[in-house]
C-alpha cells in the first residue's frame, strides 16, 4: 500500500523539472547587473501581487496542515477551520495598518524596525531569539514532519526523505527571494490541484459507501448528518478539546494575537511584501486572504470524511496504531487510496508544501543573518556581493543544522501542537513591542527590552504554575494564556513608559503617516466581500 508506481514517479519528476526549470528561469531573466542584497533577499519591484499572495500561502502551508489538520478535523471537526478563517480577516488588518508602516519606513528586517524604534539593544536581543527559533524550531520541525508524512506514504526512507526535502528547498532558495517567489505560484497551484483531487475522492467514497454512486453533493449532507458535533465553529466547555480551541477565543483575544503576531511581525511571512509598492503588497496580501478561505476543503474536510467512513467500519487497522486510533493517520491513509498517477499529483502537493515553507524560512534566516547579525557587527565594509554570498552560506548551513537535528523530534509525541505552543510563549510579547512601537510615540526602549524579558517567564508561569499548585492556580487553555501575556506585557510596558518617559530630544524615529492608511475602493470591497463569507460560515457553523 505505502509504495508509488511508476506513473507517480512520472509525475513527480515532471513536478521537479518544472520547478526547476521555471526557478532557472526567473533567476536568469530577471537577473541585474551586479549582486544587489535587497534584490536578492527582497525580489525590490519584481514581485507581482499574485507572486506575493501565492508566496505567503506557499510558506505558511506544510505538511502539518495536510497532516496535522486533518488529523485535528477527524478529531475535533471543522472548529479546527478557525485557524485558517480567522488568518484571512487578520491578512486584511495586516494590509491596510501594519503593511504600510514597513513600507513608508523601508523595513526590510524585523530587527532592523526595532533598531530603528528603539534601540540596536532590543534589535540584536530579538535577532539572535529569531534565528534560534527559526533555524532549531521552525526549519527542524518542518523537516521532521516533511519527511515523517513523505516516508508515510511512499517507501522512501524517513532519512532519504530528510536529505531529499533539505537539498531541493537549498536549490530552490540560492536562486534568491524572486526565484521563491515566482516558484512558489506553481508550488500553490499544485498544492491546490493536488489537495482539491484528495479531497473529491475522499467525498467519492462516502458517497459510495452510502449509496449515492459518486455523487459528492449528496456526500456532503451525508457528513452533516453522520457527524453533526463536527460542524461547530465554536465548542462549549463540556466538549472534550474545548482547551485547544476555547470558545469564543478563537474569535477574539488568543487566536487574534496569535494571527496578528503571525503574519505582521514574521520575518519570514512579512518578508514576501517588503519589496513591493503599497498596492501591490495589499493585493497579494488579499490574494493571500482569499486563498486561505479554501485551505479547509483539502485540509480540513478529509479528517471529518476520513471520521465518518471510520465510523461506519472503514479503515479501523489503518487508523489504529499501538491499539489507540490515532487522527494524524487520516491524511496517509486516504493518499494511500488514490490511483497511480493521481497519487503522484496528490504526492507533489504535499512535497510543494514542504519545500516552499522551507525555502521561505531558510531566506528569512539569511536575511537576519547578513543584515542585521554579519553587516552590522561582523563584517560592516562587506560589499552586496560578499553580502549576498554570506546570505546564500547562512541557506546552505542553517539547513544542514536543521536536516541533522530533525530526527531527534522522533521522541515527541506530538510536536506540531508542541512546537506551536512553546512559540506561542514569545508571541504576545512580540506583539506588543511591535503595536506600541508603530501606535504610540511614548512606548521607551526600557519597557520594549522589559517586554522581551518577561513574556516567556510569564507564558512559562502560566503553563506550568497548576501543576506546581496542584490545580490551585488555574489551568488555562493555550489561546487564554496568551491572552493573559499580551495583556500584561502591554500594561507593563505602558506603566514604564507613563513613569519614566522618554528624555527630550530622543526621536521617535518611525514615520507614522496616516494618509498610508487609505485603501482603494476596490480593496474595500473584496475586503467586505471576504468578511461577509467568513460571517456567513460561522453563522451557518456556529
Known amino acids: 500500500m505505502h509504495t508509488l508506481q511508476t506513473a507517480d514517479y512520472i509525475v513527480f519528476f515532471v513536478y521537479f523539472l518544472l520547478i526547476a526549470g521555471y526557478g532557472y528561469y526567473v533567476y536568469r531573466s530577471k537577473k541585474t547587473t551586479g ?73 526590510y528586517t524585523m530587527p532592523q524596525f526595532l533598531a530603528l524604534r528603539y534601540s540596536n539593544s532590543v534589535s540584536t536581543i530579538m535577532a539572535v531569539f529569531w534565528l534560534l527559533v527559526y533555524v532549531f524550531v521552525n526549519l527542524t520541525s518542518i523537516i ?178 499501538d491499539g489507540i486510533v490515532k487522527p494524524d493517520h487520516a491524511y496517509p491513509t486516504l493518499m494511500n487510496l488514490l490511483p497511480a498517477g493521481l497519487k503522484g499529483v496528490a504526492f507533489a502537493a504535499l512535497t510543494a508544501a514542504i519545500v516552499a515553507s522551507l525555502a521561505g524560512k531558510a531566506n528569512s534566516i539569511s536575511t537576519i543573518y547578513s543584515l542585521d547579525i554579519h553587516k552590522k557587527f561582523i563584517r560592516p565594509e562587506a560589499t552586496e556581493k560578499q553580502i549576498v554570498q554570506v546570505g546564500r552560506w547562512a541557506v546552505i548551513i542553517s539547513m544542514v543544522i536543521a536536516a541533522l537535528i530533525a530526527p531527534a523530534l522522533k521522541s515527541l509525541d506530538q510536536a506540531y501542537q508542541f512546537i506551536q505552543e512553546y512559540v506561542g510563549f514569545f508571541s504576545p510579547g512580540v506583539l506588543a513591542i511591535f503595536l506600541l512601537g508603530m501606535f504610540w510615540k511614548k512606548t521607551t526602549n526600557a519597557a520594549a527590552l522589559a517586554g522581551a524579558v518577561i513574556t516567556i517567564p510569564l507564558s512559562a508561569v502560566l503553563k506550568f504554575l497548576p501543576g506546581w499548585t496542584n490545580g490551585a492556580f488555574p489551568d488555562y487553555p493555550f489561546l487564554d494564556r496568551m491572552t493573559i501575556t499580551f495583556v500584561v506585557v502591554t500594561v507593563v510596558m505602558v506603566a514604564m513608559s507613563l513613569l519614566k518617559p522618554k528624555p527630550a530630544g530622543d526621536a521617535h524615529n518611525i514615520v507614522l503617516d496616516k494618509s498610508l492608511f487609505k485603501v482603494s475602493p476596490a480593496f474595500i470591497v473584496a475586503s467586505i466581500f471576504i468578511c461577509a463569507i467568513l460571517t456567513a460560515l460561522y453563522t451557518i457553523f456556529w
Request: contains cysteine; negative net charge.
Open 144 to 321: 521532521y514532519l516533511g519527511a515523517l508524512a513523505i516516508s508515510s506514504i511512499s517507501s522512501i526512507s524517513f532519512e532519504w526523505c530528510i536529505a531529499g526535502l533539505s537539498v531541493f528547498s537549498i536549490l530552490v532558495t540560492l536562486g534568491g527571494m524572486k526565484v521563491i517567489g515566482y516558484t512558489d505560484v506553481i508550488q500553490v497551484l499544485v498544492l491546490l490541484i493536488g489537495g482539491l483531487v484528495t479531497t473529491y475522492l475522499a467525498l467519492t467514497l462516502l458517497a459510495d459507501k452510502f449509496g449515492y454512486e459518486g455523487n459528492i453533493l449528496e456526500a456532503l449532507g451525508v457528513l452533516r448528518k453522520e457527524a453533526p458535533e463536527h460542524f461547530h465553529m465554536i465548542l462549549n466547555e463540556s466538549n472534550p478539546h474545548y482547551k485547544e480551541l476555547p470558545g469564543l477565543s478563537v474569535l477574539i483575544g488568543g487566536m487574534l494575537i496569535n494571527n496578528l503576531a503571525y503574519w505582521g511581525c514574521n520575518q519570514y511571512i512579512v518578508q514576501r511584501a517588503l519589496g513591493a509598492d503599497l498596492k501591490t503588497a495589499r493585493n497579494g496580501i488579499l490574494f493571500a486572504a482569499f486563498l486561505k478561505l479554501l485551505i479547509p476543503v483539502i485540509a480540513v474536510l478529509p479528517g471529518i470524511i476520513m471520521y465518518v467512513l471510520h465510523q461506519n467500519g472503514m479503515f479501523q487497522q489503518e487508523m489504529m496504531a
Open 35 to 107: 549582486s544587489s542584497a535587497k534584490d536578492f533577499f527582497l525580489a525590490e519591484g519584481a514581485l507581482t501581487w499574485w507572486a506575493i499572495g501565492a508566496s505567503l500561502i506557499a510558506s505558511n502551508i506544510s505538511a502539518e496542515h495536510f497532516i496535522g489538520m486533518s488529523g485535528s478535523g477527524f478529531a475535533i471537526g471543522l472548529a479546527i477551520s478557525t485557524y485558517e478563517w480567522m488568518s484571512a480577516a487578520v491578512l486584511i488588518i495586516v494590509a491596510v495598518w501594519i503593511i504600510p508602516m514597513y513600507l513608508r519606513n523601508r523595513i
